[in-house]
């Protein structure tokens, strides 16, 4: 496609797919864009991962915000963690830029379908999520907080997603914590994980910002479309396709040449 005009409408229709998809699935698009811009535009792994963070960013900032607005986050602890999250990540990210294009390829692949085995595991619902009363969860240690940051932050960093999914699982199995806020609150921890990562990724000279400004736009502009479409899906089924697309794209990056 050499019109360059052509090529942002595309880009920005490849945004909007991704941001349906994000948001139907509650990962921002990002785990998906990544092995889609590697297949259609040729790029290696880090160029890839920094692009998809142009598209990453912004989404994960509305998604807060919005998750704010309907549960209020505890903002002490986010930003206890906030500074933990940010350090690790950047340090992630550079070290990330050191790793072999392929090493990291293999390794996101491997990353997506431990992901997918372990969403795949029958949950504990919390009495709140599923609409029951029930007792406030306990205030986490204060000793807990900066390892979820570090933990979080350095999940970004090296895949530039993850980090909210390594998370709210902690927050939600260790902690007590109901679901609806454990992500708002991974959340917090995200955005300056993403927007720190993506700098670092930009230092690196691994970001083309003419394919992923125009897709972030198309993903800011639809995402709402795909969280409408999973309130409308059973949770059950949400969680089987979740998992079918994370080992369909571990399976296609693992297999096809790269």
């Known amino acids: 496609m050499h019109n360059p005009y052509l090529l942002i409408v595309f880009n920005l229709g490849l945004g909007a797919v991704l941001g349906v998809a994000g948001g139907l699935l509650g990962i921002g698009g990002g785990l998906i864009a990544i092995p889609v811009l590697g297949y259609l535009y040729g790029m290696d792994q880090h160029l890839a991962q920094g692009t998809a963070l142009v598209m990453i960013a912004p989404n994960v900032m509305m998604g807060f915000l919005r998750s704010h607005q309907k549960h209020r986050v505890d903002l002490r602890s986010a930003a206890a963690m906030v500074l933990f999250a940010t350090a690790s990540s950047y340090v992630a990210a550079r070290l990330a830029a050191g790793i072999s294009a392929s090493g990291l390829h293999t390794a996101f692949a491997v990353f997506l379908i431990v992901l997918a085995v372990y969403f795949g595991l029958p949950k504990k619902v919390h009495p709140a999520d599923a609409g029951h009363d029930a007792p406030p969860a306990p205030p986490m240690p204060r000793a807990a907080l900066p390892l979820l940051g570090l933990a979080s932050g350095a999940m970004s960093g090296i895949f530039t997603v993850g980090g909210g999914l390594v998370v709210v699982p902690a927050l939600v199995s260790l902690f007590g914590m109901q679901q609806t806020r454990a ?58 396709l979740f998992c079918l697309v994370l080992l369909g794209t571990a399976a296609g990056m693992l297999f096809a040449p790269h």
């Open 183 to 240: 992500q708002g609150l991974a959340l917090a921890l995200v955005v300056p994980g993403a927007l720190v990562a993506l700098v670092a990724y930009a230092q690196g000279g691994n970001v083309s910002w003419a394919t992923g400004l125009p897709m972030a736009l198309g993903g800011v502009l639809s995402v709402s479309w795909g969280v409408a479409l999973a309130h409308r899906l059973p949770a059950a089924r949400l969680r089987v």
